[in-house]
């Protein structure tokens, strides 16, 4: 594995996740995912995906810079700043930089992600 690797499964959990492709979101999220989110709200893998199938959550925007990555045999960790944006409820959000961490592990022979935590930039 190698950390451009990670930075890919990344990005298509970040498309899945912009996109609503839930399908995609299930395999790249462990059934032990954890969010901790910008205003401290802990949110559990099936509440997280729950919100962006039903459509309260939706990312209109959200890009990443920088990707740095740390990797073990079976644990990555990516850390990078991100500009968010997400629907006020009219189709339009104002965008907001945080830090962005999120750890996979490889198990049953695929990485997942177990934990993301997004800090805002004042």
């Known amino acids: 594995m190698t950390p451009e690797y990670i930075c890919q499964l990344e990005r298509a959990r970040i498309r899945a996740l912009v996109s609503r492709d839930m399908g995609v979101a299930g395999t790249l999220h462990s059934p ?45 960790v990516v850390r990078y700043i991100a500009t968010l944006e997400l629907d006020a409820g009219n189709g339009q959000g104002t965008p907001f930089k945080c830090w962005h961490t999120d750890t996979y592990e490889l198990d049953g022979g695929s990485w997942q992600a177990v934990w993301s935590q997004a800090t805002a930039i004042k």
């Not at 969010?35 to 890009?63: C, F, H, N, Q």
């Open 32 to 76: 032990k995912y954890q969010l901790i989110t910008p205003s401290g709200v802990s949110l559990a893998r099936d509440l997280y995906l729950g919100k962006i199938e039903s459509g309260e959550l939706i990312y209109l925007r959200w890009e990443p810079e920088g990707m740095h990555v740390r990797l073990t045999e079976a644990m990555a």
